[in-house]
């Protein structure tokens, strides 16, 4: 199978990554016929295409035919519409299939507004298969949706003052991706006609640089070189439950590292020198808090990554954290407490090194409530024994590397004078 890849980051209110790709589709169902597919995240019509002339003239007669398949765990959305890009309060159909959790479908005559019909179609889309569907509009405005393969719609309303469609877009919701194959026309029919948008010097710097990014690969030119990741932590919150084992940390992960792949030149690009990426665009390093409690967690959630010229990521990310902590009561409540996190690699320990910056470790913390007073933080790199790390090994077995993990250690105080105030003043009264 032949594919082709064409790909555009759309700045507007709301981001989109945009890809589409030709490919010759080889089902029996369309032997012969070429498909297109779309890969769209959150809401949001970004990519209008026009309509091709199989689809505005249908042999069947109908002044409208289209055929899609798409797979979404919910909210799947077809704009159709009389213009390209058109404003949110223009007259359209707004065709949504999988709604409220994937619980009904829609056809509206606005944008996220004016809903003429519903349907209850549970489960009706899917978020691990790809499932087919058509939509047919006839001379009367009657506008139906079906499933492929099925003759009669599961949904349909007739719209007294028919619109006149040309272009559609595809989206889905927030958090929400979507995969949608379309338009695969045969030989002799054109297919649909994407609308050229205008790129800007941002648009063009993503499209060189995403294009063809793997992002489950190492973003170096010799598979053998180690990739140096520079990290600190900021803990602003740090609370210990004595009766749990656990300590609790809130702080700000910070890591840095060159990727190769993401080397330009400003001047190409009118003078831009920073790019700022969504966290899954480009690789990233599979960073597990080791003895964290259950199993071991990535400490790195959603966040905005900054990239230089130069090809320095920059990754800072706000993180809520739950470790075990060995606690000696002997002491109590005059006792002093030590407890870590280790932080690591899932995988290819061998080919990451994670490095503390200099002066990486901060203590900002909140003034709150909590019994526990932090006396220090330190870092150093250990070796880590797990009975699941064993996973990490080579696949025959002969690999004996003993994982390493960077760990952070605080010594915790605990705050005894409300102890001394409820316990031990009343005792020393007794006895005078």
């Keep these: 199978m032949v594919v082709v890849y064409r790909c555009l980051w759309l700045t507007t209110a709301f981001s ?52 899609f398949s798409v797979k979404a765990r919910s909210d799947a959305h077809i704009l159709l519409s009389p213009s390209p890009s058109p ?16 619980t009904f479908s829609d ?3 606005r944008r996220r507004a004016a809903t ?16 087919g569907f058509w939509v047919r509009m006839n001379h009367e405005g009657m ?17 007294p003052d028919p619109l006149l469609i040309l272009y559609f877009s595809f989206c889905t919701w927030s958090g929400v991706a979507g995969k949608w194959i379309y338009d695969c026309s045969s030989d002799n029919d054109s297919g649909a006609i994407e609308v050229q948008p205008v790129l800007t010097a941002l648009d063009k710097l993503r499209q060189a640089l995403l294009t063809n990014y793997d992002v489950y690969s190492r973003p170096v030119s010799n598979a053998s070189q180690q990739i140096q990741i520079y990290t600190q932590i900021q803990a602003n919150h740090i609370q210990l439950d004595a009766k749990k084992s656990v300590m609790t940390v809130g702080c700000i992960f910070t890591l840095e590292w060159y990727d190769e792949k993401m080397i330009w030149s400003p ?14 665009e480009i690789w990233l390093p599979e960073l597990v808090n080791f003895n964290a409690v259950g199993k071991a967690v990535s400490p790195l959630g959603p966040a905005a990554m900054r990239v230089t010229s130069d090809g320095k990521v920059r990754w800072s990310t706000r993180s809520h954290l739950q470790t075990r902590c060995q606690l000696d009561l002997t002491q109590w409540p005059w006792d002093t407490q030590t407890c870590s996190i280790e932080l690591g690699f899932w995988s290819q320990t061998d080919n990451l090194q994670l490095i503390l910056f200099e002066n990486g470790t901060k203590l900002e913390l909140q003034k ?28 025959d077995g002969t690999d004996d590397t003993i994982p390493t993990a960077l760990t952070f250690t605080f010594v915790l ?4 004078f409300g102890y001394i105030y409820v316990l031990v003043i009343p005792i020393l009264g007794q006895t005078v």
Aim: glycine content about 6%.
């Design 16 to 67: 989109l990554w945009l890809c589409v790709l030709s490919a010759d589709n080889s089902s029996s169902e369309n032997e012969g016929a070429k498909c297109k597919t779309i890969f769209t995240f959150g809401y949001g019509y970004r990519q209008f295409f026009h309509m091709s002339p199989s689809s505005l003239h249908p042999v069947n007669g109908d002044l409208l035919f289209m055929k």
């Design 267 to 280: 001047d190409n690009f009118d003078g831009l020198n920073v790019l700022n990426l969504v966290h899954h």
């Design 87 to 102: 404003e949110e309060s223009e007259p359209v159909y707004e065709i949504v299939l999988g709604a409220g959790r994937n």
């Design 413 to 416: 105080k605990r705050a005894s």
């Design 368 to 395: 709150t409530s909590s019994e526990w007073e932090v006396l220090r933080l330190n870092a150093e790199t250990v070796a880590v024994r797990r009975s699941w790390l064993s996973d990490l090994s080579s696949d």
């Design 143 to 159: 506008i139906s949706v079906g499933h492929e393969g099925e003759d009669l719609p599961f949904m349909q309303w007739q719209d």
């Design 116 to 131: 003429k019909t519903s349907a209850y179609t549970k489960d009706i889309i899917s978020g691990t298969e790809q499932r």
């Design 107 to 109: 056809i509206r005559r």
